[in-house]
């Protein structure tokens, strides 16, 4: 609790609140009560629980107890996470209701890295892996490394992955936010989790990956309470607009059109991940066949041509299911055969 509220100036607003509060509402607000032992909310809960007691109120102030200990038990365990979270990094804060982190730690050694990407959109990434490096360079000349990025762009298309390649690529552990553990159920816990998380990477050099974070455009179509969404996203843009931790932040969407233009201000870069084009669908495919090899009549350019329009991951997925036929019926190289059989299987995935 900030130090500039006084213990009495609690006492009194709490004593207010009480005498014009029903009980449903006291519960309510017992369960955004959170803090040490010996904060000064908390000694004024107890002094509620102890009045409630007094006036014969004993369910009630047995309830009270109960949502009470839990939260100072929570807060406590929270404490005791952040202490640990560094310099490892191994340890992230959970939900407090199901105890599920808040996030999933990948070390750097089995992110996926090896991209394919048009020249223009390769240097993009590069830039902010150089500037990342050199930081502290930068920091003698009062300049900042891009440090809040954004990839939108179709399916498939390596948004998610383009996240693990920069981590990879500038050594740092990566982090992906797990939104289905932020959307808490408990009224007002969203927020106060996405907050929890960006708190506990302030000191912690990690990329933070929002991965599709559009969910809170996605969320209030499924139900979500909208003042509670209406929160999450005020409160991302606050995280965002202060976001200074010593890591990356990267965000990703397929849905470029419906993101809050206030929330596009708030990155350093904003990036475009294409669909391949015909090069970088030639590149895709040898490389994913490259362990095998592949017969001197495949017309690469030819069935370039024909993938226009595919994502990256579909081209990957004929190039593998090429491939496994091959393996398969023990053929020593890949033929055209293989690729065609394996296009005409996906074709119908496309667009
Ligand atoms: N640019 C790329 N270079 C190489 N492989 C890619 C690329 N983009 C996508 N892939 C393949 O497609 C898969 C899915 O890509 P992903 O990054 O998850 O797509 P999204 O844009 O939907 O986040 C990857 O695991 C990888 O196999
Ligand atoms: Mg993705």
């Known amino acids: 609790m900030a ?14 609140i009480f005498i014009v509060m029903n009980q449903d509402l006291i519960i309510r607000l017992f369960r955004s009560i959170e803090g040490d032992m010996d904060d000064d909310l908390i000694k004024v809960a107890k002094k509620i629980i102890e009045s409630e007691k007094t006036i014969g ?10 949502i009470l200990d839990e939260n100072i038990a929570g807060h406590m365990s929270f404490k005791k996470e952040l202490k640990t979270l560094l310099p490892e990094g191994t340890i992230i804060p959970t939900d407090r209701r199901h105890n599920i982190p808040l996030a999933t730690l990948i070390n750097t ?7 394919i990407l048009p020249k223009s959109v390769e240097a993009n990434f590069q830039r902010i892996e150089k500037e990342y490096v050199a930081r502290e360079r930068l920091a003698h000349f009062g300049l900042k490394p891009r440090k809040k990025i954004l990839f939108y762009g179709a399916p498939g298309c390596g ?3 383009g996240a693990e390649r920069i981590a990879w690529n500038i050594g740092l552990p990566f982090l992906k936010v797990r939104f289905e553990a932020i959307m808490s159920s408990y009224l007002g816990e969203s927020a106060n989790n996405l907050k ?3 708190e506990s990477i302030k000191n912690y050099p990690c990329v933070l990956l929002l991965d599709e974070f559009d969910f809170l455009a996605k969320a209030r179509s499924v139900g979500q309470d909208v003042g509670e969404m209406h929160r999450m996203v005020n409160i ?3 995280l965002l607009e202060d976001y200074d931790a010593p890591g990356l932040l990267i965000a990703t969407t397929n849905l470029e059109g419906t993101i809050d233009k206030a929330l596009f201000r708030r990155f350093d870069d904003i990036i475009e991940i294409p669909k391949p084009g015909k090069e970088e669908i030639v590149k895709l495919l040898r490389g994913t066949l490259s362990s095998i090899d592949t017969s001197n009549d495949i017309e690469w350019d030819r069935f370039a041509e024909t993938m226009d329009g595919f994502s990256a991951a579909l081209v990957v997925k004929v190039a593998n299911d090429a491939a ?4 398969i019926q023990s053929s020593k190289v890949i033929s055209k055969g293989h690729i065609e ?4 299987e996906n074709f119908n995935y496309n667009k």
């Open 109 to 115: 050694e089995h992110l996926r890295h090896e991209m």
């Open 196 to 198: 929890r998380l960006f």
């Open 3 to 16: 130090s500039f509220i006084s213990y009495r100036s609690i006492s009194e607003f709490f004593g207010f």
């Open 159 to 161: 948004k998610s992955m």
């Open 341 to 344: 059989k394996a296009l005409n």
């Open 324 to 327: 496994k036929t091959a393996v």
């Open 57 to 66: 109120h004993k369910k009630l102030a047995g309830k009270l107890k109960g």
């Open 236 to 238: 991302l843009l606050n």
